[in-house]
Structure formats: structure tokens, C-alpha cells
């Protein structure tokens, strides 16, 4: 019996593993909701928002050349670093883990969108190694 609850629990921790991977070719998709705020790929500005090329591993509110809202340059200085992690907590309801930023987006409440979304940002920042968990 043990064997069976340790193999089904297995199972269940590669399938949420696998999903919570997030499909970039769908974020692409959903990140056009972003677009008009946001840009990434070669060329991308500055728009109302900043570019999310490299977002992965920066630190909130850093990027050079963007005006950020003083809640968000807080947040950085506090040790907000965007991670899937906290990408996955600040894309469902941005003011809520940010209060008083000025991005307006109510928030992706799909959890499938947010993971598609956070692959496809992903892809832009080639140079972010996740950290290991530690043991």
C-alpha cells in the first residue's frame, strides 16, 4: 500500500512539474493581452510599461531607461528579483503583491495562462539560471 501512495504521489509531482513548465508557444498567445504595455524581442521599447527582454533573474524596478512607480522601485529594494516564482505570484493580481504600482492590468487569473506566459517571457531571457533548491 505504501508503494502505491508513493508511486501515484510521484506521478501527481511530475504531472504538476510538467505543468507548471507552461507552454511558451501559448504564452506567446496570451502575452498579446501584455503587448500593448509590453514589449520583448529584438528592437522591443520601452512602452507604458518596460521590456521584459531579460526580465528573468533582474530585480524589480531596475531597468535602466523606464520610469518605474516608486511602489515598484520599493519592491526591488526590498529583494523582489522576477522569477518564475514570484511571476507566478504577481501576474494573477499585480497590486497584490505590489501595491501602489501603476500597472493597471487586473491580472491573468488562469493559472495555465500565467505558466504559458512565464515559458514564453522565458525565452527572452536566456541568460537566467533558476536557483536550486537547497537541500
Excluded at 63 to 83: C, F, H, I, P
Excluded at 95 to 114: A, H, I, Y
Aim: hydrophobic share 40%; charged share 15%; aromatic share 6%.
Amino acid at each position: 500500500m505504501i508503494r502505491i501512495t508513493i508511486a501515484v504521489a510521484a506521478v501527481m509531482l511530475s504531472l504538476t512539474g510538467a505543468m507548471a513548465q507552461g507552454d511558451p508557444t501559448a504564452g506567446e498567445q496570451v502575452f498579446k493581452k501584455c503587448a500593448a504595455c509590453h514589449a520583448v524581442g529584438d528592437g522591443a521599447q520601452n512602452k507604458v510599461g518596460p521590456v521584459l527582454n531579460a526580465v528573468m533573474g533582474r530585480t524589480a524596478g531596475t531597468l535602466e531607461g523606464y520610469n518605474y512607480s516608486q511602489a515598484m522601485k520599493d519592491a526591488g529594494a526590498g529583494g523582489l528579483v522576477w522569477t518564475p516564482e514570484t511571476l507566478a505570484k504577481y501576474l494573477p493580481k499585480p497590486r497584490d503583491l505590489v501595491k501602489g504600482t501603476k500597472m493597471t492590468f487586473p491580472g491573468l487569473p488562469n493559472p495555465d495562462d500565467v505558466a504559458n506566459v512565464i515559458a514564453y517571457l522565458a525565452t527572452f531571457s536566456p541568460d537566467f539560471k533558476p536557483a536550486l533548491p537547497q537541500q
